[in-house]
């Protein structure tokens, strides 16, 4: 319905209230929003919620269960790991670099994919084909793998291991652009512009990009989740961020001897994992949703 076909009095819709319309008829979204909002203030304030510092020692309270169970601590209510450290505010406190790690992947791999793919998708020709064809090669090829190799190179660490998973996650975002780009370029807009005397430059970011961010943003929040995995992964393996960083796959790593003593050394940091993760994959299939004009009922 266009604006002029509205009943008088009647406001026209505002693209911002749609689009809330849309997404929060998805349960799920909305959970999986609430989620990733707790998340991201238990990190924004970690030494303020989380009752120990993360590398805090206590040789009294080795392998404390949780609180409920017997020979537990109200002091420490999800227990203590093999030196003492308090599993809870070690998990508050790793929220904070798994977070950061989602979000600096995410960053950097969608302004280097952005580029790559507007560039190729607007110019076309021998670029597109030589990037097109290296995003192709490193899709070949195992991503924990080849993570792993990128890292075995560079050496163990936390930047390390992000800029490995930056590279593993890199061509979904080139070839998601490059498609947008394609398409955008067929419409009568970008023809109107380039008449009126548009440089390259202006056609590409003033005009192209801004109508291809969709399709972007659903991928990011997706690629989020994917490189919390990735990167837990990697610490796990010993190739991400060192101990005694309070990283969920390191924290994984370090409780390995114990599944058998110590159940919640190991499923705590596991069930961080797979709710976070599960969270921004909600949230994703939201955004989706409520960014895909096909999929609105």
């Known amino acids: 319905m266009t604006e002029a076909s509205l009943p008088l009095g009647t406001e026209p819709p505002r693209p911002l209230h749609e689009f809330w319309g849309y997404f929060s008829a998805n349960r799920g979204a909305l959970a999986g929003l609430m989620l990733v909002l707790l ?6 304030f ?63 791999s969608v ?28 899709l070949t090829l195992p991503s924990l793998l080849l993570a792993i190799v990128i890292v075995a190179i560079l050496g163990p660490g936390l930047m390390n291991a992000m800029l490995a998973v930056a590279i593993v996650v890199l061509p979904h975002y080139v070839r998601i652009t490059r498609a947008a780009v394609i398409t955008e370029m067929a419409k009568d807009y970008v023809t109107a512009a380039r008449m009126n005397g548009a440089s390259s430059l202006r056609l590409m970011f003033n005009e192209v990009l801004p109508n291809c961010t969709a399709p972007l943003i659903v991928q990011a929040s997706l690629g989020i989740s994917t490189a919390i995995l990735d990167a837990a992964a990697l610490g796990f393996l010993g190739l991400g961020a060192q101990p005694p960083s309070p990283e969920w796959g390191t924290m994984l790593a370090d409780a ?40 609105k009922r």
Request: no cysteine.
């Open 39 to 44: 998340v991201l203030l238990l990190a924004a």
């Open 46 to 108: 970690a030494p303020l919620v989380a009752p120990f510092a993360p590398d805090l020692t206590d040789s009294a309270v080795f392998l404390k269960p949780p609180a409920w169970q017997a020979g537990g601590s109200s002091a420490h209510w999800l227990g203590t790991d093999a030196i003492g450290r308090d599993i809870l505010s070690r998990l508050i406190h790793g929220a904070r670099l798994t977070m950061a790690i989602g979000l600096a992947v995410v960053a950097l």
């Open 111 to 138: 302004v280097m994919g952005t580029v790559l793919g507007l560039t190729a998708g607007y110019f076309r020709g021998v670029f597109e084909i030589a990037v097109m064809r290296l995003m192709d090669i490193i």
């Open 256 to 295: 390995r001897e114990f599944v058998l003593r110590a159940w919640w050394v190991v499923t705590f940091p596991g069930l961080a994992i797979l709710l976070t993760v599960l969270a921004f994959n909600l949230l994703g299939d939201g955004l989706r949703d409520a960014f895909d004009p096909k999929l």
